[in-house]
C-alpha cells in the first residue's frame, strides 16, 4: 500500500487495530524520527504525526505526497519539513487535491423518535437571527466586542495548543457524540462555556473555574443549559439536538418564562430559545452557526463565536454571588478581617451601620471606576445601590485586575504569521490608569503572566501582557 511513496527511509509505520486503540492511537511509539504514519483502517484514513492527511481508498502519487506533506514540489528545495496550518500543526497542505484528502464518516442515522419533539411542539423560527432571539439589537455594544474579542482568543488558544489542536482534528472525524472521549468532551465544553463564566480571570489562588464532570446535560446558567453534540449541519442531527435540549429544559424547568439551549458540536453551534406558560411552549432556534474558524483562516471572527458571547453578555441576576464563589472573595475577607458588617448582605439598601447621603447610582459608578477589582467586589457588599454600581463594571472581563473595556486597531505585529487568530491587544484600565495589555502571546522584555485553565485532567496556558 505504501510502495512508490517517497518518505524518509527510518520513517515508522503504526498500523491501527479499531478494536484496540484510539483513532489515532495514543500508544504511539515515541521516537526521534522525522515522521510516523499511522493507518485508521476504521475510517480509511492516513495520519501523519498524528493528523489526518489522506484517504486509503485514493492515496495521492510520489509527487502530490510530497506535495502535500512538504507544501512544495519535490524540486522545491524539499527539506523534509511538514505544511502546517495557520496555527502551526502538522496538515494536510491546501493544494492537496480534494479526491486525496481524507473524508469526513457520515453523520448517524437519526431515528424518528428522536425527531418527536421537535415536530410535535410549536416551532415559531428555525433560522432565526440571534438578534431577534434575544430581541437585541443587530449593532454591538462595547462590552459585547470585547466579550467577543476575548472569546476568539480563547478559541484561538485552544486551536494552537498542539494536544488540543490534535484533538479538534479528532472531533471532526466522531459521528456521534456518546463516541467523544472524555478529554474530547472537555474541551468542547471549555469552548462552548468560558463565555458564560464570570469574566474574571487571575492566578488560581485567587480566581478558579471549575470544570464540571462530564453529563450529558450541563447548566451554565439558570436559563441555559449545554449539549455537546455532533454533526450540526446536518439536519436530522441538529433537530434531534433541539429535541433533547427542548425535553430537558422541559424536564428540568418548572417555572414559566425563557430558557435557552445550546447546541454545540465545537465546528458548529445552535442556539434555542425555549418558551414556558402556564400551560403551552414553544421554541425558535438559530441555522447551525459556524464556529471553529477553519485551521487555515484568516480571521479568528465567526458568526458561532459571536453569538455565544452576546449570549453570555445578558444581564444575570445570580451574577454576583458567582463572583463571589469564584474568587473565593468572603475567604480572602475573613483572612484579612474585614467581613463586611452585618446586614450588607443587601437585605438593606443602607446598612445601618453606613451613613451617606441618598446618592444617584451615576455618582456610586462613578465611585466604583476608581477601585482595583478586589475592592470592587467589596464595594458591591455594601448595599444594593453599591453592587448594581459595582455589577455595570463586573460584567466587563478582568484579567489580573485589569478592566478590558475597548478593542483598539490591530497592530501590525499581531497581522503577521497568522497571530491575530490567536492573540488579540484590548485597551484595559486599573483604577484610573489605562494601558494596553496582549492576551495570547508570550513576549520576551515584556512583563508576562499565565492564566492556566485545568481542562479535563490536562492544562491550558494564556499569556497576558502589559504593554504599556
Known sequence: MLDGLKSPSDCLLWIENGDEFESPSLKRPSSACLYSYEIDLDRNIFHIDGFPFFSLECLPDDEVFIQSVTGRLPDENYDESFSADHYGHTACALQCPPEHKYKKPAPQ???????????????????????????????????????????????????????????????ELVNDHKQLTDKQWSIAFFMASITFVPQMFDDMMFVYHRMPERKEFTWVREDTVVFIATY????????????RLINTISEQKDNPGSYFGIAFS??????????????????SHTDALQFTPSFYA???????????????????????????????????LSIEKTLPAQGADSSHDVPHNIIYPPLP?????????????FDLITFGLVSKICREAALVLLRYPHIYGYRLVAIPKIPKYLRERHRSLHTARFSAVRGDIFYDVDIGMEWKNITSKMIDFKVGGHWLTV???ICG
Not at 494552537?160 to 489542536?165: A, I, K, L, T
Not at 425555549?274 to 400551560?279: G, I, L, Y
Not at 447610582?361 to 477589582?373: D, K, S, V
Open 232 to 243: 450540526l449541519n446536518d439536519k436530522s442531527c441538529l433537530q434531534a439536538s433541539v429535541s
Open 109 to 171: 442515522t437519526v431515528d424518528d423518535s428522536e425527531l418527536a419533539t421537535y415536530q410535535s411542539l410549536r416551532c415559531t423560527g428555525s433560522q432565526v437571527a440571534l438578534s431577534d432571539l434575544l430581541a437585541i439589537s443587530d449593532i454591538l455594544c462595547q462590552n459585547e466586542h470585547v466579550r467577543v474579542s476575548l472569546l476568539e482568543v480563547m478559541v484561538g488558544q485552544c486551536m494552537r495548543n498542539s494536544d488540543f489542536g490534535r484533538e479538534l482534528y479528532e472531533i
Open 298 to 332: 484568516e480571521t479568528p471572527s465567526t458568526p458561532g463565536i459571536t453569538a455565544l458571547a452576546r449570549l453570555g453578555h445578558r444581564i444575570e441576576p445570580a451574577l454576583f454571588k458567582r463572583i463571589l464563589e469564584v474568587s473565593k472573595h468572603l475567604w480572602h
Open 463 to 465: 499569556h497576558f501582557s
Open 266 to 283: 465545537v465546528y458548529h453551534c445552535v442556539v434555542v430559545k425555549v418558551v414556558k406558560d402556564a400551560h403551552t411552549m414553544s421554541f
Open 361 to 373: 447610582l451615576e455618582l456610586w459608578l462613578e465611585i466604583a471606576r476608581y477601585l482595583p477589582r
